[in-house]
Nanobody
Framework: QVQLVESGGGLVQPGGSLRLSCAAS????????MGWYRQAPGKQRELVAT???????NYADSVKGRFTISSGNAKNTVYLQMNSLKPEDTAVYYC??????????????????WGQGTQVTVSS
């Protein structure tokens, strides 16, 4: 089964930038979309940004114009460039894959695959 691993979180001052990366552990045959979600303490997990295999992107209103989602040359990587960070962006950020199929197991869909999360803290 393919697993997702996030990296790039950390502590940053307001107005700063961070780049999150998500890498899949195996070879992806296909994936409908990948994305980033976040969960702040005491709040529900919320969508941040998604990108389909065709390159269509979608952003939460709260991050439009500040965050950019992109995918790597291979299907198994996705990035989130976060600029002009605000304290309210503080959360655990999770990578997600929708309808993923692993090479060699093309008949099997992993409908919701989540990473373990990476902490982003925006504070002075």
């Amino acid at each position: 089964q393919v697993q997702l691993v996030e990296s790039g979180g950390g502590l940053v001052q307001p107005g700063g930038s961070l780049r999150l990366s998500c890498a899949a552990s195996g070879n992806i045959f296909s994936v409908y979309a990948m994305g980033w979600y976040r969960q702040a303490p005491g709040k529900q997990r919320e969508l941040v940004a998604t990108i389909t295999s065709g390159g269509t992107t979608n952003y939460a209103d709260s991050v439009k114009g500040r965050f950019t989602i992109s995918s790597g040359n291979a299907k198994n990587t996705v990035y989130l460039q976060m600029n002009s960070l605000k304290p309210e962006d503080t959360a655990v950020y999770y990578c997600h894959a929708d309808r993923l199929r692993e090479s060699g197991y093309e008949a099997t869909y992993q409908y919701d695959t989540w990473g373990q999360g990476t902490q982003v803290t925006v504070s002075s």
